[in-house]
């Protein structure tokens, strides 16, 4: 249970953060990066388990018929990402404070942001099943879009968008392959999978291979993927500094560590890695080259850098392994380092532009040293754990199979990326300590806000000397990776080694190029380069926009007609071809056609709908589509099915309320009905159309007969459930999931009308006599307590007997529009319902009810009752759920009638405004 806490964990600490912004102010990134180490602190005490090579695993069952299971499991390989993930977020959430300005709702979203991103990166390393750890590499993606998007700025647009559909298009690569996974070993298992290769043989193995490779390069900035990572360099820079230095860029990383176990050894594998990851890191090492401004320098280095592990890893050794484990320890500490160093010379300088910091060093001498210790960790230089990572990777290179030359080939490409490393690394320094001080007014910042760069940049130097306190883990991470030989034990001196003079080669031409700079940077501008890969993209994304425009351009036309027209049209169509290819039908519909209740209803229907025809009335067609509702409620009445009468009528009764609050500043006669022909048109196909949906019906529903799913629900329903509505289990209990993302989607419409109505010009409400309706504020003062007296009974008794949260909700919110109706400058009680904070609140409360059983070593959404005593009612996680549904419809309700009960006029602001919600 200890990583479920640790995940628990770090979700609670992003759902502190309102608290702690609204306590600390900006300073809340302090309390946030304690929560950050006491979580890594839970896991690192699972870490004598882990050396001794014992399990340290938590599942419960999720889909019982695929066997899919909810399962976190750590080992070696596992904990050394999740100690990066929360080690590194920790001296982020340090730094932040002193870096953030803006409004607390600004800090607010970026720690919350950033809470949950670590959460989903810790959620992905842990996984030990593929669907999860597929649910979790999206969470990443999505939340580096808002991340890199943050603010909604128009510079930082593009560059989200670019990451984000490249990221989600791995994404999609990952899932296929999972798929395919599933279907060939009959599992999700990545444990079985990861233990059980051979069983992968003979089946699509290539094509499984080929999309791990392609959702590991897309999220870990490979060719031709690569050009994402630079763009999102708009972002700020503690989230520069966190998901491109320790968390989303290394997830790729881990994927291909993971999967090395079952294609490692293949030629085309290994072939791709090395190839791929070596061209990335020269092309990544020679971009960076270029590169002035010193976050672009980092941008393309951290891509140098994916692409030099993805090559180690492509090796396929334990010496390979433990190599790419060690230097992506080094890479985050350094590069967080850098990062943060960067972002606070920008802060205090205004610049990043390395050749306006000439004599930086003159006036903050700590800052510039510390960027030379983590410049010295990013070129290989000792004593820094960059050297000893270095090192081990050119021992690694040098070994690869396939003969001498190979090996000797991916080292010498590995060098020339080390060399044009060291290259960029000197010019960084040199252009901060070289000349004389352009900015003399600069000072040093507070030691508060260098702190968590110290810290990163003494931790990378001190783990040089002392790699000995990493290698057990290190060793055990490289054989929990890939279990087949020794992994290497990892020493700061080996001796006089090829690695060592590999990396003494690396010094010296790396001092020979940084000497010659002048020519080589004349060389690299004279340089053809092809048009960059994110205009290339941009423009490929502008063509499928073009083309989506143009199929969809009929869609646009402003008269709704043509929107109602394809679908009827397509029902008719279907009918037609159902008829001609289906001769042998089933009987008609069973029932007795005698019944004159029914005849009844039809020809009220039909009256109703006639008069609906002819009315010109706007206030006449609102009244009889209102009819027209409650008449065929009427019918579900008489057929036995009270559940879908009484919510269907609700549903009239609050459309009719809607629709009056949409039509009060419209005029009170409706349109002309337009040209003969048109009328002619629209009554033959509405005929055509009534014809097939009575035909459809007649054959689709057949005899008059309980169907065996029908059958069972009614049979077992109360039995697994506890409940005797046999609708309001399946919604809340069979089918919750369903229900949830139903829900979820109104919890978001209800937060988009939010947004729409914040930024709305309205009218002021009038209030007062002036303002208010006296006849339906009197019917709103006896009705809204009756209605409301009655939802909550609807909403308690929905297990047992008709009602239920959906239903409920539907009353209260008819209550809240009468309101709206009677007292548009704001109804007593119900005007002061919030739509965003019953939204967030319905969500929660149907997530925690989700939840609840994983306590109880149950599968999500399993209906656990607790019984109390009598009188009292007994307690169950569905009739919480139910009370989630009952709270987000009831915020889709109050964020409608708000958006339409205020007519347009000059801005001013709603009641409910976009920062109450």
């Known amino acids: 249970m200890i990583l479920a806490a640790a995940l628990a964990w770090q979700v609670g600490l992003a759902a502190c953060v309102p608290l702690l912004v609204r306590r600390f102010g900006r300073d809340a990134g302090y309390p946030l990066a304690a929560g ?16 001794d090579d014992r399990e340290v695993a938590v599942a419960w069952r999720w889909l019982p018929g695929p066997e899919v299971h909810a399962a976190l499991r750590m080992d070696a390989l596992g904990l050394v990402f999740a100690l990066l993930a929360l080690g590194v977020g920790a001296l982020i959430m340090a730094y932040c404070p002193r870096y953030l300005d803006g409004t607390e709702v600004e800090q607010e979203r970026v720690y919350v942001t950033m809470t949950l991103f670590a959460a989903a990166m810790l959620g992905l390393v842990l996984a030990d099943d593929l669907l999860v750890l597929f649910v979790f590499w999206e969470l990443t993606s999505i939340l580096s879009f808002v991340l ?71 999220k870990s900035a490979q060719l031709p993927f690569h050009f994402w990572l630079p763009g999102a360099m708009v972002a700020i820079t503690p989230v520069s500094a966190y998901l491109h230095a320790a968390t989303m860029v290394k997830a790729g990383i881990y994927l291909l560590m993971r999967f090395s176990a079952v294609f490692g050894g293949s030629w085309a594998w290994d072939g791709a890695l090395i190839v791929v990851g070596l061209l990335t890191a020269i092309l990544g090492a020679l971009l960076a080259l270029r590169q002035y401004d010193l976050k672009a320098l980092l941008a393309y280095s951290t891509v140098s850098q994916l692409g030099l592990l993805v090559g180690v890893i492509g090796v396929g050794t334990p010496d390979a392994d433990a190599a790419a484990i060690l230097y992506t320890v080094a890479h985050a500490l350094f590069k967080a380092t850098l990062f943060m160093l960067v972002g606070i010379i920008d802060h205090q300088a205004g610049s990043r532009d390395v050749r306006e910091l000439a004599g930086l060093h003159r006036v903050m001498p700590a800052t510039v040293w510390l960027t030379v210790l983590a410049a010295m960790s990013m070129a290989g230089l000792p004593p820094t754990i960059g050297f000893v990572g270095k090192e081990a990777i050119f021992e690694a290179l040098g070994g690869a199979s396939g003969g001498g030359w190979l090996g000797w080939s991916a080292a010498g490409l590995g060098v020339l990326a080390s060399v044009l490393t060291f290259a960029y690394a000197a010019r ?37 000397p002392t790699v000995v306190v990493l290698s057990p883990l290190v060793e055990r991470a490289a054989d929990d990776a890939r279990p087949e030989g020794t992994p290497p034990y990892l020493a700061f001196w080996h001796g006089f080694t090829p690695a060592l003079g590999l990396s003494v080669l690396t010094v010296l031409l790396g001092v020979l190029m940084f000497l010659g700079r002048v020519r080589v940077d004349r060389w690299l501008r004279a340089v053809p380069t092809a048009p960059p890969f994110a205009a290339l993209f941009e423009r ?181 459930t506890g409940g005797a509505n046999v609708v309001n289990t399946i919604l809340v209990d069979f089918r919750a999931l369903d229900t949830l993302g139903e829900a979820v989607v109104l919890a978001v419409v209800a937060l988009g009308l939010v947004r729409l109505a914040a930024g709305r010009p309205v009218e002021p409400a009038r209030t007062g006599p002036a303002g208010d309706d006296l006849v339906l504020g009197l019917a709103y003062r006896v009705l809204a307590p009756v209605m409301l007296l009655a939802s909550a009974v609807l909403f308690l008794r929905g297990h047992e007997e008709t009602g239920g949260g959906f239903i409920g909700a539907l009353l209260a919110g008819t209550a809240v529009g009468l309101g709206q109706l009677a007292h548009p400058g704001g109804a007593p009680l119900l005007g002061r319902l919030r739509s965003a904070p019953l939204a967030a609140a319905g969500l929660l409360t149907a997530t925690v009810a989700a939840l609840v059983p994983l306590a109880a070593r149950r599968s999500p959404l399993t209906p656990l009752t607790l019984t109390t005593p009598d009188p009292l009612p007994s307690l169950s996680t569905s009739l919480l759920f139910d009370l989630g549904i009952y709270l987000m419809v009831l915020a889709l309700v109050v964020a409608a009638v708000r958006r339409l009960g205020v007519p347009p006029a000059q801005p001013a602001d709603l009641p409910e405004t976009g920062g109450a919600r």
């Open 428 to 464: 960084l320094v040199h252009g901060m300590v070289e000349g004389p001080t352009r900015q003399r007014q600069l000072r040093e910042p507070s030691w508060a806000f260098l702190a968590p760069a110290a810290v990163a940049a003494l931790v990378a130097t001190a783990l040089g």
């Open 148 to 218: 890199i998007g943050q603010g909604g700025r128009p510079a930082a647009t593009g560059p989200a968008v670019r990451a984000l559909l490249v990221t989600v298009t791995g994404g999609l690569a990952l899932l296929t392959a999972i798929v395919l996974l599933a279907v060939h070993l009959g599992t999700t298992s990545l444990d079985t999978i990861v233990a059980e290769p051979e069983r992968l043989n003979g089946g699509p193995a290539w094509a499984v291979g080929t999309l791990v490779i392609v959702a590991a390069f897309t």
């Open 540 to 720: 490929a994304r502008q063509a499928l926009l073009h083309v989506g425009s143009i199929v969809a351009r009929s869609a646009h036309a402003p008269d709704p007609a043509p929107y109602l027209a394809r679908p009827l049209l397509a029902a008719v169509a279907l009918a037609a071809v159902a008829a001609v290819a289906l001769p042998d039908v089933p009987a008609g519909l069973g029932g007795d056609p005698a019944r004159p209740g029914d005849w009844l209803l039809l020809g009220l229907l039909v009256t109703a709908l006639a008069g609906l025809l002819v009315a010109r009335s706007a206030l006449a067609a609102i009244g009889l589509t209102g009819v027209v509702g409650l008449l065929l409620s009427a019918w579900f009445l008489t057929l036995g099915a009270p559940d879908v009468a009484l919510t269907l009528m609700l549903v009239e009764v609050l459309t009719a309320v809607v629709v009056m609050l949409a039509l009060r500043q419209q005029p009170r006669r409706l349109a002309p009905v337009g040209r003969r022909s048109s009328v002619t048109g629209a009554a033959l196909l509405a005929v055509a159309t009534g014809g097939a949906a009575a035909a459809g019906t007649a054959v689709l529903t057949g005899p008059d007969r309980l169907s065996d799913p029908g059958r069972w629900y009614l049979d077992r329903a109360e039995e697994l």
């Open 36 to 51: 950050y180490l006491a979580g890594a602190a839970l896991l690192l005490s699972r870490l004598p388990v882990i050396l």
